[in-house]
């Protein structure tokens, strides 16, 4: 802070010291509840009656006038709300920044009160059009800090906060609104002197309560209820130790005088009407920083970036999903252009700037931005930040996390596509300028790896106008399938699975060993030795429980063919390991004769690759198990490459794995009877997910018996 403004700091400072405190009214000679901009005006439009309600606003302004001085604006007919004078502005020292209304009912008290302000030697700071601001409602002063809290999510705007750290050098904290019932935050929110805030937390989403926590310390935090809020408890004027405030109950009358206060009700029910009280009908006219913290305060951790979007934008809810991600996270927007394609085929292209009130909320939501093919173009040169890798494992701080569709990334002005698409990644940048997928613990020493999210894009094919034709397939979250519909998606699924062998395309089947116990190990069997399954990818069990049947005749134990439990039959798959163990392989056990029939052995004779990855409960394990899980989760990620289709059944830990591995564009079909599973997967989004929540067995009986009715009329045994 420079000399000059010290100086005027210091004397406003004495003028505060010394000065009554002065406050704005207006009297309620015009008005009424006379239209409906806030749920309280909600039936009560021509409710409220004018003498009782010039009455209560009597008594409000002789319990004022005998703590400060008041001063009169003249009530405008024709302009009911203009007796919440805490709607004209914001001001500070000699500073007011005028209120911009959202509600073009309110935007005519603008000119009475800028012209208010103006009599009064105020300079007088104007927002751009179209930036609601709604004044002292919106922004409160913290009365030990020196801080201002300025709401925002249903009447000012995201973006009016950094004008107001600008224009009035204080440091601004953006605290997001999310009850319409609190539309504005002096109606849930109310600081109070020595530090202590007067609040109703549910208002605020779970962001800005942290940022109160943070900033307000427990024992000086006074949490109210909803019985209270909903009477305007946290709408009171505080004047040194008084607070002023309409009815409240008799227990937080209790806790606010604890803290040292005396709390003077006044009644002010027929301004409830129109959703505002004591604070509303007010507007402090002297209000000075009076903590020296203030020097070093940050203007506004408000931040904002220019992200454009093309694609079918409106038919395929793109464009609400964007700006439904931009909201939910606690940001703001606006559209600064948008070109809606011309006809059914055509695409449209947005270009829209977007505000969150921290570092950490944008990042959040660019990051969400980007997954559904927003570009930034805030920069003059696209580029991506790169950032050396200084220890081997280990990616820089803020590293780019990649999701599962194609990504390009900007280097040397150039959009380079990485290689090994999948989920969870880094981006490294390698010598020759190539982008690559890389895990963490495959990272070393010299890597450069994107961070942040400048110069990164993701290609999202031009998603379907036509949203409704992959509900037809996709019924996941659903809850469980109807037969018939699990019959349609089987014919559905059958049809792709000839096209894929016919073609010489490569399926890949991830699977547990439920799909044994519930009579499905000779329907896979089938569709390995048919030419379906060009890659088997399980855990130890699947591999146990088909050699045990098909050796002993029993899956843990238990006889599929009578449903009943094997006397001693529970020791049945420890033999099997250990035989399968003696042999030294699951090949070699095939080979000699051990196991001659199920899915280990159609893939043996087909010469299907199959991987089993361990777990901490493997019993054994079968020599073919890799134990040592990266080996595993690398052998997988070799298997999916190059699929054209996973059909995944019931096995979550499996199913998720090879989800996270497998770049967007291939189509994956997931099988459980537990929905959580199904749905999980289905999180991928996209056309290419298919859900089918049934009993696994059962539906790879009727998968292979649509295959046999496709085939040719030579019937396949199973
Ligand atoms: N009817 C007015 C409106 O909806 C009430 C304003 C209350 N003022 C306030 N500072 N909360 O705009």
Request: aromatic residues 8%.
């Amino acid at each position: 802070m420079d000399v000059t403004k010290n100086c005027i700091s210091l004397k406003l400072f004495i003028l505060f010291m010394t000065a009554q405190l002065n406050y704005l009214m207006c009297a309620p000679d015009h008005y009424d509840v006379d239209y409906v901009i806030n749920p309280w005006m909600e039936g009560n439009v021509h409710k409220s009656s004018r003498d009782r309600a010039v009455v209560q606003w009597q008594k409000l302004y002789g319990v004022l006038k005998g703590l400060v001085n008041v001063e009169l604006v003249t009530p405008e007919k024709g302009w009911p709300d203009m007796v919440f004078t805490a709607n004209a502005g914001l001001v500070l020292g000699d500073k007011a920044v005028l209120s911009r209304f959202l509600h073009k009912e309110r935007q005519g008290e603008e000119p009475y009160f800028k012209a208010w302000f103006e009599s009064k030697g105020f300079t007088v700071f104007e927002l751009p059009k179209d930036l609601p601001f709604e004044g002292a409602g919106d922004a409160l002063f913290d009365r030990k800090g020196g801080w201002l809290w300025a709401g925002y999510g249903f009447r000012s705007e995201l973006d009016a906060h950094p004008y107001l750290a600008k224009w009035l050098d204080v440091e601004v904290l953006s605290l997001r609104l999310i009850d319409n019932r609190f539309y504005h935050l002096d109606t849930c929110f109310c600081p109070l002197t020595g530090g202590y805030l007067l609040y109703y937390p549910p208002a605020f989403d779970s962001y800005s309560n942290r940022l109160i926590e943070m900033r307000v310390p427990a024992d000086k935090r006074i949490v109210i209820e909803e019985a209270d809020a909903v009477n305007f408890a946290c709408n009171a004027v505080n004047v040194d130790r008084n607070v002023v405030m309409n009815k409240i109950s008799d227990g937080l009358k209790q806790r606010i005088t604890n803290a040292g206060f005396t709390v003077i009700e006044t009644p002010l029910t027929e301004f409830l009407k129109a959703g505002g009280a004591a604070k509303c009908l007010t507007l402090r006219t002297i209000e000075v920083p009076i903590s020296s913290e203030l020097e070093a305060s940050e203007p506004s951790g408000v931040e904002a970036r220019i992200v454009e979007l093309t694609g079918h934008l409106l038919d395929s809810g793109i464009i609400n999903r964007a700006l439904d991600l931009v909201t939910d996270n606690g940001g703001s927007f606006q559209v600064l252009e948008f070109n809606l394609g011309e006809q059914r085929q055509s695409t449209s292209l947005a270009r829209i700037r977007i505000s969150a009130p921290s570092h950490d909320l944008m990042e959040t939501i660019m990051g969400e931005l980007i997954e559904i093919g927003a570009v930034l173009q805030d920069r003059d040169t696209c580029a991506a930040n790169l950032e050396p890798v200084l220890q081997d494992g280990v990616a820089p701080d803020d590293f780019y996390v990649s999701t599962i569709y194609p990504t390009e990334a900007c280097v040397d002005g150039v959009w380079v596509r990485c290689n090994n698409q999948r989920m969870d990644a880094a981006i490294a940048i390698s010598a020759d300028g190539s982008a690559n997928c890389k895990l963490l613990r495959d990272l070393v020493v010299g890597d450069r790896v994107v961070v942040g999210y400048d110069g990164v894009r993701t290609i999202r094919k031009p998603e379907a106008r036509d949203t409704a034709k992959k509900e037809e397939f996709s019924f996941m979250g659903a809850g469980v399938s109807s037969e018939r519909r699990v019959e349609l998606i089987v014919e559905q699924i059958a049809w792709e699975l000839r096209q894929i062998r016919d073609r010489g395309g490569k399926l890949v089947v991830s699977c547990g060993p439920v799909v044994v116990h519930t009579g499905g190990a000779p329907h896979l069997a089938y569709l390995i030795r048919e030419g379906y399954v060009q890659s088997m990818l399980g855990g130890n069990a699947i591999a146990v429980h088909d050699m045990e049947q098909s050796s002993m005749g029993t899956s843990l134990g238990v006889d599929l063919k009578r449903g009943i439990s094997v006397k001693g039959g529970h020791r049945h798959h420890l033999k099997v390991i250990n035989s399968v163990r003696r042999y030294g392989s699951i090949h070699k056990a095939v080979e000699a004769g051990f196991v001659k029939t199920g899915v280990m052995y159609e893939c043996v004779t087909n010469n299907i690759p199959f991987v089993l990855a361990g777990s901490i409960r493997d019993d054994g394990p079968l020599p073919d198990t890799v134990m040592d899980l990266l080996e595993a989760q690398r052998l997988y990620s070799e298997q999916i490459r190059g699929a054209d289709m996973i059909l995944m059944l019931s096995s979550m830990l499996h199913s998720i794995g090879v989800g996270n591995m497998t770049p967007a564009g291939v189509k994956m079909v997931c099988v459980d009877i537990n929905p959580a599973v199904v749905t999980k997967l289905s999180d991928r989004g996209s056309v290419e997910s298919v859900g089918v929540v049934t009993d696994v067995g059962l539906f790879l009986s009727l998968l292979v018996q649509q295959l046999k009715k496709m085939d040719s009329p030579v019937a396949v045994g199973v």
